[in-house]
């Protein structure tokens, strides 16, 4: 096993001698019947690549220990589920239902996978090595090294754009219908998408109306937090507000200034990406889905699916044979 290998899936898979199948141009790897099924498809489209595709409910405790001294970095989007990321000497980060970009710290640490949880997510893995070649044959390369990344924000990464390209990832993999050289296509691109999100200099220091305080930027964050716990129950305006400890027109005002989009508007863009994942649920139908987003009339909810995707529900069931 190669160096890129023991930070792969397979790594992992071995360790808990899950069975080993070829699926597509990847490979399969099975949970047993008695930890209630579940699967892992991870393919390497390249050398210094690899994407992958989850689904299962581990019967234990499943550690993912990582040591590699080789730069890289993962993208997981996460739709249900807790992995648990946690080095020596840190405390440990839960990476819930989101988008997160990990930074290999080049020191080993775990990813783990609490028992009795379900967990879904698909995770695109990516060494610098595979990187390096494309960026030094051109001229004005994309900023999208893994030196570059660590200076990329939650806000950079989790935006609609690259979360439709996730699930083409996603869905290819599991699919099994995509040539190898699309994937190398597909993560460019979200590199790229990221790349774009990631201002050189953020326009609320432009100007002294629209400056944020550190103070009042840790409030705002706070605010964030409290929304992204739980998107689809979003707490009323008076407790985030109550949060923030300021007027709601500062709130309003703080978070775009910060985060360079309205706060209603942001609570919808991410209903909807959450909705997208919800749309891979075959048992929930599109009705069910625009009730739990809190949305009464299904109609609104695919106009609002499709200001933010730039397709409806249905359209997106049926991009990817859903």
């Not at 080993?108 to 028992?115: A, C, K, Y």
């Not at 985060?259 to 959450?274: A, V």
Request: proline share 6%.
């Amino acid at each position: 096993m190669n160096q890129y290998q023991t930070a792969s899936w397979g790594a992992m898979a071995k360790k808990y001698n899950l069975n080993q199948r070829t699926y597509g141009q990847g490979t399969g790897y099975d949970f047993p019947p008695h930890w209630s099924n579940g699967w892992i498809v991870e393919s390497c489209p390249a050398e210094g690549l690899f994407v992958s595709s989850a689904w299962f409910t581990p019967e234990k405790k499943i550690v993912h220990t990582v040591d590699i001294k080789k730069p890289c970095l993962w993208i997981f989007c996460i739709d249900c589920g807790d992995l648990i990321y946690s080095q020596q000497g840190k405390s440990a980060v839960t990476f819930t239902p989101i988008t997160h970009v990990l930074i290999n710290p080049q020191r080993p640490f775990h990813l783990t996978f609490p028992s009795g949880i379900h967990t879904c997510f698909t995770s695109v893995l990516v060494f610098d090595d595979f990187l390096q070649p494309f960026l030094q044959s051109k001229t004005t390369p994309p900023k999208i090294s893994i030196e570059d990344a660590k200076s990329w924000e939650t806000e950079h990464y989790n935006t609609p754009n690259t979360m439709l390209i996730l699930e083409q990832i996603r869905w290819a993999l599991r699919n099994a219908d995509m040539p190898l050289l699309a994937y190398e296509g597909m993560v460019l691109h979200l590199l790229c998408s990221i790349a774009r999100n990631y201002p050189a200099v953020p326009d609320r220091r432009s100007n002294r109306r629209n400056y944020v305080t550190w103070e009042n930027e840790q409030k705002i964050y706070a605010v964030k937090l409290k929304i992204d716990e739980n998107i689809l129950q979003v707490p009323p305006m008076e407790e985030l507000v109550k949060t923030a400890g300021m007027s709601e027109s500062k709130l309003r005002l703080s978070f775009k200034n910060t985060y360079q989009i309205p706060l209603y508007d942001y609570i919808r863009r991410e209903k909807m990406k959450r909705a997208m994942q919800l749309l891979s649920a075959d048992h929930l139908s599109i009705r069910d889905i625009s009730e739990r987003c809190g949305y009464k009339n299904a109609a609104k909810f695919s106009a609002a699916f499709q200001d933010v995707h730039g397709m409806t529900p249905s359209e997106f069931r049926k991009a990817f044979n859903l």
